[in-house]
Protein backbone atom coordinates (compact mmCIF):
# COMPACT_ATOMS: atom_id res chain seq x y z
CA UNK A 1 0.00 0.00 0.00
CA UNK A 2 1.16 3.49 -1.24
CA UNK A 3 2.10 5.53 2.10
CA UNK A 4 1.35 9.29 2.19
CA UNK A 5 4.08 11.81 1.18
CA UNK A 6 5.52 9.25 -1.18
CA UNK A 7 5.38 9.29 -5.09
CA UNK A 8 5.58 6.55 -7.86
CA UNK A 9 8.31 6.93 -10.17
CA UNK A 10 5.63 7.93 -12.78
CA UNK A 11 4.06 10.30 -10.65
CA UNK A 12 7.70 11.94 -9.84
CA UNK A 13 8.18 12.22 -12.83
CA UNK A 14 4.64 14.12 -13.87
CA UNK A 15 5.51 16.54 -10.88
CA UNK A 16 8.72 17.50 -12.22
CA UNK A 17 8.24 17.76 -15.97
CA UNK A 18 10.70 15.29 -17.26
CA UNK A 19 10.23 11.63 -18.98
CA UNK A 20 9.92 8.01 -16.42
CA UNK A 21 12.92 7.26 -18.54
CA UNK A 22 14.59 10.14 -16.88
CA UNK A 23 14.01 9.41 -13.57
CA UNK A 24 15.10 5.65 -14.05
CA UNK A 25 18.17 6.31 -15.96
CA UNK A 26 19.36 8.48 -12.53
CA UNK A 27 18.29 5.89 -10.33
CA UNK A 28 20.91 3.46 -12.47
CA UNK A 29 23.19 5.69 -12.11
CA UNK A 30 23.09 6.21 -8.38
CA UNK A 31 22.82 10.32 -8.97
CA UNK A 32 19.04 10.39 -7.42
CA UNK A 33 17.94 6.84 -5.91
CA UNK A 34 14.45 6.46 -4.44
CA UNK A 35 13.85 6.77 -0.75
CA UNK A 36 11.70 3.97 -0.81
CA UNK A 37 12.33 1.11 -2.57
CA UNK A 38 9.83 -1.62 -1.20
CA UNK A 39 9.89 -5.75 -1.30
CA UNK A 40 8.67 -5.76 -4.69
CA UNK A 41 10.66 -3.30 -6.09
CA UNK A 42 8.20 -0.54 -6.23
CA UNK A 43 10.59 2.37 -6.04
CA UNK A 44 8.96 5.69 -4.62
CA UNK A 45 10.09 9.18 -4.00
CA UNK A 46 9.71 12.29 -2.07
CA UNK A 47 9.22 15.94 -1.44
CA UNK A 48 13.06 15.82 -0.99
CA UNK A 49 14.16 14.02 -3.67
CA UNK A 50 12.13 16.69 -5.99
CA UNK A 51 14.38 19.07 -4.47
CA UNK A 52 17.12 17.06 -5.00
CA UNK A 53 16.34 16.59 -8.62
CA UNK A 54 15.71 20.58 -9.20
CA UNK A 55 19.77 20.37 -8.36
CA UNK A 56 20.32 17.69 -10.99
CA UNK A 57 18.47 19.25 -13.84
CA UNK A 58 19.94 23.20 -13.26
CA UNK A 59 23.80 21.86 -13.31
CA UNK A 60 22.64 19.59 -16.18
CA UNK A 61 21.19 23.21 -17.81
CA UNK A 62 24.30 24.90 -17.30
CA UNK A 63 26.33 21.99 -19.41
CA UNK A 64 28.08 19.94 -16.44
CA UNK A 65 28.12 15.90 -17.06
CA UNK A 66 26.18 13.72 -14.95
CA UNK A 67 30.04 12.58 -13.46
CA UNK A 68 30.37 15.76 -12.57
CA UNK A 69 26.96 16.30 -10.78
CA UNK A 70 27.48 13.35 -9.37
CA UNK A 71 30.89 14.14 -7.28
CA UNK A 72 29.44 18.09 -7.10
CA UNK A 73 25.74 17.09 -4.90
CA UNK A 74 24.66 15.37 -1.74
CA UNK A 75 21.95 13.27 -1.01
CA UNK A 76 20.91 15.19 1.75
CA UNK A 77 17.49 18.18 1.68
CA UNK A 78 18.13 19.90 5.32
CA UNK A 79 17.62 23.25 5.07
CA UNK A 80 21.31 24.18 5.69
CA UNK A 81 22.24 22.15 2.57
CA UNK A 82 19.71 23.57 0.22
CA UNK A 83 19.81 26.87 1.81
CA UNK A 84 23.65 26.74 0.53
CA UNK A 85 23.14 24.62 -2.76
CA UNK A 86 20.71 27.01 -3.84
CA UNK A 87 22.85 30.07 -3.24
CA UNK A 88 25.73 28.53 -4.71
CA UNK A 89 23.44 27.25 -7.95
CA UNK A 90 23.14 31.10 -8.12
CA UNK A 91 26.53 31.76 -8.40
CA UNK A 92 26.87 29.85 -11.03
CA UNK A 93 23.92 30.96 -13.12
CA UNK A 94 25.93 34.76 -12.38
CA UNK A 95 28.62 33.23 -14.07
CA UNK A 96 27.24 31.64 -17.09
CA UNK A 97 25.56 35.25 -17.48
CA UNK A 98 29.24 36.85 -17.58
CA UNK A 99 30.62 34.25 -19.66
CA UNK A 100 28.04 34.39 -22.04
CA UNK A 101 27.94 38.26 -21.76
CA UNK A 102 31.00 37.87 -23.33
CA UNK A 103 30.43 36.09 -26.14
CA UNK A 104 27.97 38.42 -27.13
CA UNK A 105 29.66 41.12 -27.27
CA UNK A 106 32.48 39.43 -29.80
CA UNK A 107 29.84 38.27 -31.94
CA UNK A 108 28.66 41.74 -31.85
CA UNK A 109 31.67 43.37 -32.51
CA UNK A 110 32.85 40.69 -35.31
CA UNK A 111 29.48 41.71 -37.20
CA UNK A 112 31.31 45.39 -36.51
CA UNK A 113 34.24 44.45 -38.16
CA UNK A 114 32.63 42.99 -41.30
CA UNK A 115 29.99 45.70 -41.57
CA UNK A 116 33.22 48.80 -41.42
CA UNK A 117 36.96 46.97 -42.25
CA UNK A 118 35.75 44.11 -43.60
CA UNK A 119 37.85 42.14 -41.87
CA UNK A 120 37.80 39.88 -38.78
CA UNK A 121 39.95 39.38 -35.89
CA UNK A 122 39.59 35.78 -35.78
CA UNK A 123 41.89 34.89 -32.75
CA UNK A 124 39.71 37.06 -30.91
CA UNK A 125 36.99 35.79 -32.14
CA UNK A 126 37.73 32.00 -31.42
CA UNK A 127 39.36 32.86 -27.89
CA UNK A 128 36.50 34.21 -26.85
CA UNK A 129 33.93 31.42 -28.47
CA UNK A 130 35.81 29.02 -26.38
CA UNK A 131 34.41 30.74 -22.96
CA UNK A 132 31.09 28.68 -23.97
CA UNK A 133 33.20 25.44 -23.10
CA UNK A 134 34.57 26.00 -19.56
CA UNK A 135 32.39 23.58 -17.30
CA UNK A 136 35.65 22.36 -15.82
CA UNK A 137 36.87 25.78 -14.69
CA UNK A 138 33.39 26.37 -13.38
CA UNK A 139 33.48 22.79 -11.71
CA UNK A 140 36.04 23.82 -9.99
CA UNK A 141 35.10 27.56 -9.02
CA UNK A 142 31.83 25.98 -7.90
CA UNK A 143 33.50 23.51 -5.34
CA UNK A 144 35.76 25.96 -4.17
CA UNK A 145 33.02 28.58 -3.25
CA UNK A 146 31.16 25.25 -1.85
CA UNK A 147 34.34 24.48 0.26
CA UNK A 148 35.17 28.04 1.57
CA UNK A 149 31.17 28.73 2.40
CA UNK A 150 31.60 25.57 4.47
CA UNK A 151 34.33 26.31 6.30
CA UNK A 152 33.50 29.83 6.84
CA UNK A 153 29.48 29.06 8.43
CA UNK A 154 30.79 26.34 10.43
CA UNK A 155 33.15 29.02 12.32
CA UNK A 156 30.64 31.40 12.61
CA UNK A 157 27.65 29.32 13.68
CA UNK A 158 29.85 28.30 16.60
CA UNK A 159 33.15 29.59 17.43
CA UNK A 160 32.94 31.27 21.55
CA UNK A 161 34.92 34.31 20.35
CA UNK A 162 32.48 36.19 19.81
CA UNK A 163 34.00 39.05 17.65
CA UNK A 164 34.71 36.79 14.70
CA UNK A 165 37.67 35.89 13.02
CA UNK A 166 37.48 38.10 10.38
CA UNK A 167 37.12 41.28 12.59
CA UNK A 168 39.73 39.92 14.75
CA UNK A 169 42.33 40.15 11.74
CA UNK A 170 40.83 43.68 10.66
CA UNK A 171 41.47 44.92 14.12
CA UNK A 172 44.91 43.99 14.21
CA UNK A 173 45.60 45.68 10.92
CA UNK A 174 44.89 48.83 12.32
CA UNK A 175 43.97 50.81 9.12
CA UNK A 176 44.08 54.34 8.83
CA UNK A 177 43.11 57.06 5.94
CA UNK A 178 45.23 56.78 3.11
CA UNK A 179 46.84 53.61 3.74
CA UNK A 180 47.91 51.47 0.60
CA UNK A 181 46.78 48.09 1.18
CA UNK A 182 47.67 44.22 -0.62
CA UNK A 183 45.41 41.49 -0.01
CA UNK A 184 47.22 38.39 -1.31
CA UNK A 185 45.04 35.85 -2.02
CA UNK A 186 42.05 37.59 -1.26
CA UNK A 187 39.59 34.75 -1.78
CA UNK A 188 35.49 35.94 -2.05
CA UNK A 189 36.77 39.30 0.19
CA UNK A 190 35.17 38.11 3.27
CA UNK A 191 37.48 39.93 5.19
CA UNK A 192 36.45 43.08 3.60
CA UNK A 193 32.61 42.48 3.19
CA UNK A 194 32.89 41.95 7.06
CA UNK A 195 34.21 44.99 8.00
CA UNK A 196 32.99 47.50 5.25
CA UNK A 197 31.30 49.79 7.94
CA UNK A 198 34.74 50.09 9.15
CA UNK A 199 37.15 51.23 6.54
CA UNK A 200 37.83 55.03 6.30
CA UNK A 201 37.06 57.03 3.14
CA UNK A 202 40.04 57.08 1.59
CA UNK A 203 42.41 54.09 1.57
CA UNK A 204 43.53 52.07 -1.65
CA UNK A 205 43.06 48.15 -1.37
CA UNK A 206 44.41 45.80 -3.94
CA UNK A 207 43.02 42.55 -3.71
CA UNK A 208 44.35 39.73 -5.86
CA UNK A 209 44.48 36.25 -5.91
CA UNK A 210 45.64 33.41 -8.41
CA UNK A 211 42.09 32.08 -8.90
CA UNK A 212 40.33 34.17 -11.88
CA UNK A 213 36.87 32.42 -10.11
CA UNK A 214 37.07 33.20 -6.00
CA UNK A 215 38.47 36.98 -7.99
CA UNK A 216 35.17 37.42 -9.17
CA UNK A 217 32.94 36.69 -6.26
CA UNK A 218 35.28 39.20 -4.67
CA UNK A 219 34.28 41.59 -7.08
CA UNK A 220 31.05 40.67 -7.21
CA UNK A 221 30.50 41.08 -3.16
CA UNK A 222 31.82 44.51 -2.76
CA UNK A 223 30.95 45.47 -6.09
CA UNK A 224 32.60 47.74 -8.45
CA UNK A 225 31.33 50.81 -7.45
CA UNK A 226 33.44 51.11 -4.54
CA UNK A 227 36.47 53.38 -5.80
CA UNK A 228 38.65 52.16 -2.75
CA UNK A 229 38.76 48.35 -4.09
CA UNK A 230 40.49 47.46 -7.52
CA UNK A 231 40.94 43.53 -8.32
CA UNK A 232 44.12 42.10 -10.21
CA UNK A 233 45.10 38.12 -11.04
CA UNK A 234 48.21 36.98 -10.45
CA UNK A 235 51.07 34.56 -8.44
CA UNK A 236 52.23 36.08 -5.23
CA UNK A 237 55.47 35.02 -6.29
CA UNK A 238 55.82 37.35 -8.53
CA UNK A 239 54.02 40.99 -7.59
CA UNK A 240 53.70 42.85 -10.46
CA UNK A 241 54.02 46.27 -7.90
CA UNK A 242 56.80 48.52 -7.85
CA UNK A 243 58.88 48.82 -4.68
CA UNK A 244 57.90 50.52 -1.41
CA UNK A 245 54.22 50.34 -2.88
CA UNK A 246 52.30 49.73 -0.07
CA UNK A 247 51.96 50.25 3.70
CA UNK A 248 50.15 47.00 4.38
CA UNK A 249 50.43 43.36 3.20
CA UNK A 250 47.76 40.92 3.92
CA UNK A 251 47.90 36.89 3.35
CA UNK A 252 45.37 35.24 5.24
CA UNK A 253 45.33 31.72 5.54
CA UNK A 254 47.70 31.35 2.11
CA UNK A 255 51.48 30.68 2.76
CA UNK A 256 50.89 27.17 3.66
CA UNK A 257 49.84 26.51 0.07
CA UNK A 258 52.23 28.52 -1.73
CA UNK A 259 55.36 26.45 -2.58
CA UNK A 260 57.56 28.87 -2.50
CA UNK A 261 57.16 30.80 0.92
CA UNK A 262 60.40 32.36 0.68
CA UNK A 263 59.77 34.01 -2.88
CA UNK A 264 56.55 35.22 -1.50
CA UNK A 265 58.47 36.81 1.45
CA UNK A 266 60.73 38.35 -0.70
CA UNK A 267 58.29 39.64 -2.96
CA UNK A 268 55.90 40.95 0.14
CA UNK A 269 59.14 42.55 1.64
CA UNK A 270 60.14 44.38 -1.71
CA UNK A 271 56.33 45.74 -1.86
CA UNK A 272 56.52 46.81 1.61
CA UNK A 273 57.28 50.78 1.96
CA UNK A 274 59.97 51.12 5.19
CA UNK A 275 58.64 50.88 8.16
CA UNK A 276 55.61 48.99 6.60
CA UNK A 277 53.71 45.81 7.99
CA UNK A 278 52.98 42.36 6.82
CA UNK A 279 50.24 40.24 8.50
CA UNK A 280 50.00 36.68 7.84
CA UNK A 281 47.92 33.96 9.34
CA UNK A 282 47.77 30.18 10.06
CA UNK A 283 47.14 27.51 12.01
CA UNK A 284 48.70 25.44 14.77
CA UNK A 285 49.29 21.76 14.53
CA UNK A 286 46.15 21.15 16.75
CA UNK A 287 43.75 23.02 15.01
CA UNK A 288 40.32 21.28 14.57
CA UNK A 289 42.73 18.06 15.61
CA UNK A 290 38.55 16.38 16.51
CA UNK A 291 37.51 16.36 13.08
CA UNK A 292 40.21 14.37 11.67
CA UNK A 293 39.58 11.78 15.07
CA UNK A 294 36.03 11.86 14.27
CA UNK A 295 36.25 10.74 10.57
CA UNK A 296 39.22 8.15 11.29
CA UNK A 297 36.32 6.55 13.98
CA UNK A 298 34.28 6.03 11.36
CA UNK A 299 36.71 4.75 8.55
CA UNK A 300 40.33 4.87 9.79
CA UNK A 301 41.04 5.07 6.17
CA UNK A 302 40.00 8.70 5.89
CA UNK A 303 42.71 11.43 5.49
CA UNK A 304 40.86 14.99 5.80
CA UNK A 305 44.10 16.08 4.20
CA UNK A 306 47.36 14.44 2.83
CA UNK A 307 48.66 17.83 3.86
CA UNK A 308 49.79 19.09 7.09
CA UNK A 309 49.43 22.47 6.29
CA UNK A 310 50.87 23.69 9.87
CA UNK A 311 53.61 22.06 8.80
CA UNK A 312 54.46 24.14 5.51
CA UNK A 313 53.80 27.16 7.48
CA UNK A 314 52.15 27.12 11.06
CA UNK A 315 52.37 28.88 14.39
CA UNK A 316 55.03 26.27 15.61
CA UNK A 317 57.40 27.36 12.63
CA UNK A 318 56.36 30.51 11.19
CA UNK A 319 58.96 32.98 13.05
CA UNK A 320 61.68 31.48 11.48
CA UNK A 321 60.30 31.17 8.58
CA UNK A 322 59.71 34.71 7.93
CA UNK A 323 62.60 36.43 10.60
CA UNK A 324 65.22 36.68 7.44
CA UNK A 325 63.32 39.00 5.63
CA UNK A 326 61.60 41.04 8.23
CA UNK A 327 63.31 43.36 10.95
CA UNK A 328 60.79 42.25 13.76
CA UNK A 329 58.30 39.30 14.22
CA UNK A 330 55.53 38.91 16.37
CA UNK A 331 53.11 36.39 17.16
CA UNK A 332 49.35 36.94 18.53
CA UNK A 333 46.92 33.90 18.89
CA UNK A 334 43.18 34.08 18.45
CA UNK A 335 41.78 32.46 21.46
CA UNK A 336 38.41 30.39 20.10
CA UNK A 337 36.87 26.79 20.17
CA UNK A 338 33.66 25.31 18.56
CA UNK A 339 30.98 23.68 20.53
CA UNK A 340 28.62 21.94 17.91
CA UNK A 341 25.06 20.80 18.58
CA UNK A 342 24.07 20.30 15.08
CA UNK A 343 25.28 17.60 12.88
CA UNK A 344 24.56 19.16 9.25
CA UNK A 345 27.29 22.46 9.09
CA UNK A 346 30.17 19.64 10.47
CA UNK A 347 29.36 17.08 7.87
CA UNK A 348 29.75 19.85 5.00
CA UNK A 349 32.51 21.14 6.58
CA UNK A 350 33.92 17.38 6.73
CA UNK A 351 33.48 17.31 3.35
CA UNK A 352 34.91 20.21 1.87
CA UNK A 353 38.25 19.33 3.39
CA UNK A 354 40.81 18.83 0.95
CA UNK A 355 41.42 14.85 1.66
CA UNK A 356 40.16 11.18 0.25
CA UNK A 357 36.90 11.29 2.69
CA UNK A 358 34.75 11.79 -0.42
CA UNK A 359 35.97 8.79 -2.29
CA UNK A 360 34.57 6.50 1.48
CA UNK A 361 31.82 8.72 2.92
CA UNK A 362 29.26 9.43 0.18
CA UNK A 363 28.44 5.82 -0.78
CA UNK A 364 27.55 5.60 2.87
CA UNK A 365 26.11 9.01 3.65
CA UNK A 366 23.20 7.59 5.50
CA UNK A 367 25.68 5.54 7.72
CA UNK A 368 27.85 8.80 8.44
CA UNK A 369 25.34 11.54 9.32
CA UNK A 370 23.67 8.82 11.73
CA UNK A 371 27.29 8.69 12.74
CA UNK A 372 28.09 12.41 13.62
CA UNK A 373 24.54 12.95 14.70
CA UNK A 374 25.31 10.84 17.83
CA UNK A 375 28.42 12.99 18.25
CA UNK A 376 26.78 16.07 18.34
CA UNK A 377 23.65 14.95 20.82
CA UNK A 378 25.67 15.81 23.27
CA UNK A 379 27.54 19.16 21.80
CA UNK A 380 30.58 18.21 19.88
CA UNK A 381 33.96 19.81 21.46
CA UNK A 382 36.61 21.11 18.39
CA UNK A 383 39.74 23.03 19.51
CA UNK A 384 40.89 25.55 17.40
CA UNK A 385 44.69 26.90 17.07
CA UNK A 386 44.86 29.99 14.89
CA UNK A 387 46.95 33.29 14.89
CA UNK A 388 49.10 35.83 12.91
CA UNK A 389 52.27 37.03 12.22
CA UNK A 390 52.73 40.76 12.34
CA UNK A 391 56.28 41.35 10.13
CA UNK A 392 57.77 44.64 9.91
CA UNK A 393 59.71 45.91 7.54
Excluded at 258 to 270: A, D, H, S, W
Aim: proline share 2%.
Amino acid sequence: MKKTGYYSSGEFARMAHVTLRTIRYYDKQNILTPTLVTESGARFYTDEDLARLQQILLLKYLGFSLEDIKEMTINDTDYHFMSNSLNLQLKLIRDRIEQMQLVEKAIQDTCTAIQTEHSIDWSNMLQLIHLTGMEKSMKNQYQNASNISARINLHSLYSQNKQGWFPWVYEQCHIKSGMKILEIGCGDGTLWTSNLSLLPKHVTISLSDLSDGMLRDARRTIGTEDTRFSFQQFDCTQIPYDSESFDLVIANHLLFYCENIPQVCQEVQRVLKAGGQFLCSTYGKNHMVEVNQLVQRFDDRIVLSADKLYESFGLENGMGLLAPYFSEVTCKTYEDSLLVPDCEPLISYILSCHGNQNQYLLDHYKDFRSFVKKQTDTVFHITKEAGIFLCKK
